[in-house]
């Protein structure tokens, strides 16, 4: 199987805190991406960062890949208690036709 | 509005009985796909279209069918051989990037979520 792992599993932080995920992936990608998912909705992406970037950000949003390590992390920062989310990574690898293969995901709690 | 819809939310079928979920988008994209979410888990792909009638299998198709006669619509149907379908099913779609594959975000429905009893 070519499925990520993301780390944490669960994570629970304070308002204002920092939360960062991390996601590991198998082999060569076109790009990896970040999707948030509120309890039993679909799908909200987040970004998208392609294998010849290092960082990228969106307003408190900030992704990182290191294709050496075949990782990327997305830190948020100043949590609030609306980013209580599932929060999912996408694998976009070269060899699966543009099939997108997601991880198991980080369930995040931001405790008011 | 433009996005993409999926109905019912809820749906309920006994044991036997074939079921068939809609997925529709005004996107304007080629692509759409489907995925199955069990409780605590990540996205497995059931189906995917890049273009109007063509599709193929994902990573657990056995058990489903679908069809594209349209660019707009890609219902799914879970049938009777389907051994364990009650989970939460999404319809996603993405712009179709080049001859064949899409790298591109995907945009989501609201998810139908099936059980059977």
């Known amino acids: 199987s070519q499925q990520g792992e993301e780390d944490p599993q669960a994570l629970s932080i304070q308002e204002g805190e920092n939360a960062t995920m991390n996601c590991s992936y198998k082999t060569s990608i076109n790009n990896l991406q970040w999707y948030r998912q509120n309890s039993g909705r679909g799908l909200v992406h987040l970004i998208l960062i392609r294998s010849n970037e290092r960082e990228k950000h969106s307003g408190r949003l900030r992704v990182t890949l290191d294709t050496s390590k075949k990782s990327s992390s997305l830190l948020i920062t100043a949590s609030r208690a609306a980013d209580t989310a599932s929060y999912f990574c996408?694998?976009?690898?070269?060899?699966?036709?543009?099939?997108?293969?997601f991880g198991q995901g980080t369930e995040l709690s931001v405790k008011p | 509005d433009g996005g993409i819809t999926q109905s019912p939310k809820y749906l309920f079928r006994k044991e036997g009985q074939n079921v068939t979920l809609s997925c529709e988008q005004n996107l304007n994209h080629d692509a759409m796909y489907w995925y199955r979410q069990d409780p605590g888990q990540g996205l497995r792909l059931i189906y995917y279209?890049?273009?109007?009638?063509?599709?193929q299998k994902g990573d657990i198709a056995e058990g489903y069918s679908v069809s594209r006669e349209k660019k707009e619509s890609f219902p799914l149907t879970v049938t009777s051989a389907q051994k364990n379908p009650t989970a939460f099913y999404l319809c996603?779609?993405?712009?179709?990037?080049?001859?064949?594959?899409?790298?591109?975000?995907?945009?989501f429905g609201p998810g139908t979520r099936l059980t059977v009893l």
């Open positions: 996603a779609s993405s712009i179709r990037s080049g001859t064949s594959a899409s790298y591109n975000e995907q945009f």
């Open positions: 279209s890049q273009i109007v009638n063509d599709f």
């Open positions: 996408a694998t976009a690898y070269y060899n699966q036709g543009g099939k997108l293969i």
